[in-house]
């Protein structure tokens, strides 16, 4: 009997550790795309997110936007935005008022139906914003 027991003690903490390493299946990151055009308003752009999980749109889900300059760490001082729903599901609105032209992070806190944070790095042109390909 001994030995029964030490041949499955062994799985039995692999199964355990498994378990708490591996997030649950349920568990999907959120996926996000970004559009931003440029406004009448020198460095202030009118974005819209649209947001996914599982490849569903992601509908309900709190966000808030904050951005920082790669760059620059810490140098600027923009303060996080919290975007709207739009008309089409798993899209949310929000403008951003930078205080210049460049590469910036676009960081994602998104709260509700999941909780994630994702960070987007764009650059913004005075035109509008491109990802940057990394």
């Known amino acids: 009997m001994g030995s029964a027991v030490n041949h499955v003690r062994p799985w039995l903490a692999a199964t355990a550790l ?22 009448a308003t020198a460095h202030v752009y009118d974005c819209v997110l ?29 303060a996080p935005v919290t975007a709207t729903p739009g008309a089409a599901p798993g899209e949310y609105h929000f403008r951003l008022a930078l205080e210049m032209h460049g590469e910036w992070a676009v960081k994602l806190r998104l709260s509700g139906p999941v909780r994630d944070q994702l960070i987007l790095h764009y650059d913004f042109d005075g035109t ?6 990394r």
């Open 18 to 39: 498994a378990a708490l390493v591996a997030p649950p299946a349920h568990a999907q990151r959120a996926d996000a795309s970004l559009a931003c055009r440029a406004t």
């Open 50 to 78: 649209t947001l996914s999980r599982g490849g569903k749109p992601l509908q309900g889900a709190g966000v808030v936007v904050g951005v920082d300059m790669p760059s620059m760490p810490l140098a600027h001082s923009v």
């Open 128 to 133: 509008r914003a491109s990802p940057v390909r």
